[in-house]
């Protein structure tokens, strides 16, 4: 027999829910190389490469010979595109949702809860990196990557899904 919760209760539910993703987080993505804008590139062979000579109208004007300063000479300068989401973040192991089975996950390791829509987001980044009271933590090198695949959380009635996710400290 089906159990049918009226949509106004999953209205509270999400609105509390909410309240709780008080913590952001930004996504960074692989790199995309992008052709240097500063030198000339050659189109001998199968990767272009600077030959070491400016190209007008570059940002930074160099000597014909040397290695361009925007690009170091390698013809294209590599691109970190970021996202930020909103999340729950569980700090303590205590505190985290039960999962249905154990798992083995190591000390300092985080879960968080985000919003379903955020689900590709997430599994593109190649790390996250927590936001503390509106700071990126880039200084302290906090950086999380995915354990294994993130998985949803919720009631099924509920329009609005969430995924959880494990995230372990990356190794500099």
Request: aromatic residues 14%; contains cysteine; charged residues 25%.
């Amino acid at each position: 027999m089906d159990f049918n919760i009226p949509s106004d209760i999953f209205d509270c539910y999400n609105d509390a829910v909410s309240q709780i993703f008080n913590r952001t987080a930004t996504l960074v993505y692989p790199e995309k190389k992008e052709d240097c804008p500063n030198c000339i590139l050659s189109t001998m062979g199968t990767r272009n490469r600077s030959v070491s000579i400016y190209k007008a109208g570059g940002p930074y004007p160099f000597e014909r010979g040397m290695p361009c300063p925007y690009c170091g000479g390698k013809g294209y300068k590599a691109i970190e595109a970021t996202d930020t989401v909103s999340l729950r973040m569980y700090w303590d192991r205590k505190n985290w949702v039960k999962t249905g089975s154990e798992i083995n996950i190591p000390a300092g390791s985080v879960q968080t809860i985000a919003y379903m829509t955020d689900l590709d987001k997430i599994k593109k980044c190649k790390y996250m990196i927590p936001v503390y009271d509106g700071i990126q933590n880039y200084e302290v090198n906090a950086r999380y990557e995915k354990m294994g695949s993130s998985f949803p959380q919720g009631f099924n009635q509920n329009s609005v899904k969430y995924v959880v996710t494990f995230w372990t400290r990356a190794s500099e």
